[in-house]
């Protein structure tokens, strides 16, 4: 049973590009969540899929993010005109719809740095 | 609103060593979820437990224990016997049931456990 895997894992641009990143999720898992974790914080939740509806999304969740999941399979978040400020570890997990989908199990992360 | 509070920042323990990592919750529900998180150095969380607000039951798992009090609001952690592999950032965390059921992650700040060989 592989786990979460994210791509790619670091990433660096300069402000202003667009940048995507990719998340996988555990076969099987419908619950997907992105989450964000700056230098010396704890992750921060970011936005929610069931399948491929997006549920929920917060309101560190500025118009420059979207996110998708086609199909309800991977997602992809998108961050437009990054700013320094976006400068943070990307963290994607996922849960299953059994009893224990409270448990949510994370992706190794993509680090972003924007110069 | 839902609040985890990790008051250590830093800890440093001589291997052998047992150290506790205290974790404090706030929600308004009654129907809640407590989990700790390993975060090693390579920076993938690693889920370590969780438990349901109803049961207060202790649990022991190896060297790992925890403590759950509602009463004082309390989710401590125990690492008997420490190693210097249980270097890491540890995580506290809670979710409550969201309207749209998500129930997402909110997590305390955490704490830099170095186990000193």
């Known amino acids: 049973d592989t786990g979460v895997s994210q791509d790619p894992r670091h990433k660096i641009t300069k402000r202003g590009q667009n940048v995507t990143f990719r998340c996988d999720p555990i076969s099987e898992h419908n619950r997907l969540y992105w989450y964000r974790q700056t230098l010396g914080q704890g992750p921060e939740f970011l936005t929610y899929?069931?399948?491929?509806?997006?549920?929920?999304k917060s309101r560190l969740l500025s118009d420059r993010f979207s996110a998708e999941r086609p199909k309800g399979s991977f997602s992809t978040l998108e961050i437009q005109r990054t700013e320094q400020g976006d400068s943070a570890m990307y963290l994607c997990a996922s849960s299953s719809p059994s009893r224990s989908s409270y448990e949510q199990y994370f992706g190794p992360g993509t680090r972003l740095t924007v110069t | 609103a839902q609040k985890v509070t990790q008051a250590q920042t830093e800890i440093s323990v001589v291997e052998k060593e047992d150290v506790t990592l205290d974790c404090v919750y706030e929600?308004?529900?009654?129907?809640?979820?407590l989990f700790w998180y390993k975060q090693p150095p390579s920076g993938e969380l690693v889920f370590l437990i969780r438990r349901n607000s109803f049961d207060e039951q202790n649990e022991i798992s190896g060297r790992y224990s925890w403590n759950f009090q509602k009463s004082t609001s309390s989710f401590n952690f125990t690492i008997t016997a420490s190693q210097v592999v249980d270097s890491a950032v540890y995580f506290c965390?809670?979710?409550?049931?969201?309207?749209?059921?998500?129930?997402?992650?909110?997590f305390g700040k955490g704490t830099k456990l170095s186990v000193i060989p």
């Open positions: 899929f069931q399948n491929e509806a997006q549920l929920e």
């Open positions: 929600t308004r529900d009654t129907t809640y979820y």
């Open positions: 965390a809670l979710s409550e049931a969201q309207r749209a059921g998500s129930y997402q992650l909110t």
